[in-house]
């Protein structure tokens, strides 16, 4: 399936760095999710599942890199329903060689990997699939914008608004329409550990919100929202003891 999908890769310029990007992303993102699945003790079907749902969950980033020139849905449009509709409504979901009985898992799961809050679904497989792609695409985000330095991490001393801190503070993912100004979006960025579904995600989330504060400038800036959000962590950590 990884040969198909690079296959699909082939029609976008590799010479475009965000669409090597965002291949590399995904690789990762597919590795990290077989990887997740059988620590949390699935099913060998459900771990193929979550192995093609990571290798395809952000399938219409590409459109968005070469005829947008940009990853942000609020100045182009939304790669994730892109993506579902690329594979779903257009049908290239065949070329894959997949079971159709993961279809509607495979969609759910894509359509919902970068929204606010994930919709209520009467499915539990869907629900489960669907938060984990949340769980293991955040903390790459997190990896790509720490360790691998791929976004700019250059604050300034402005203020973060207040919409942006009131969802911080009250334990919220940002929504990304307010965060306008570059301290606020890394800002956001620091929010995604509150909507991290599974208990094998959070000692993650603490190393990489690391990473992340130490490569950011004006520290001071960050601190008490970095401060929060390890606080946040800890005390879930603590209760699933």
């Known amino acids: 399936m990884e040969e198909k999908f690079l296959r699909f890769t082939d029609e976008y310029d590799k010479t475009n760095e965000n669409v090597r990007s965002k291949i590399a992303h995904t690789m990762r993102v597919k590795t990290n999710m077989h990887d997740a699945a059988v620590e949390l003790g699935f099913s060998d079907d459900e771990v193929q599942l979550a192995t093609e749902i990571g290798l395809l969950h952000d399938t219409g980033r590409f459109d968005q890199a070469e005829q947008a020139k940009t990853f942000n849905d609020y100045k182009s449009f939304d790669h994730a329903e892109h993506g579902a509709d690329l594979l779903f409504k257009e049908e290239l979901i065949e070329k894959f060689g997949i079971k159709r ?22 499915d539990a497989l869907s629900m489960k699939m669907a ?111």
């Open 101 to 122: 009985e993961h279809y509607p898992a495979i969609e759910f799961a894509i359509r919902q990997h970068n929204k606010l809050k994930i919709e209520k679904n009467e």
């Open 131 to 241: 938060k984990l792609i949340r769980d293991v695409d955040k903390l790459d985000i997190l990896y790509n914008f720490g360790t691998l330095g791929r976004f700019n991490l250059k604050g300034d001393d402005s203020d973060i608004c207040e919409r942006v801190m009131e969802d911080i503070m009250n334990c919220r993912c940002v929504d990304r329409k307010f965060a306008t100004t570059n301290n606020e979006k890394i800002a956001a960025d620091f929010a995604f550990v509150f909507d991290l579904n599974y208990t094998i995600s959070l000692e993650v989330a603490k190393e990489r919100l690391k990473v992340l504060y130490e490569r950011v400038e004006y520290k001071d800036t960050f601190k008490n929202i970095y401060e929060h959000a390890i606080k946040y962590l800890n005390e879930r950590i603590e209760k699933q003891c």
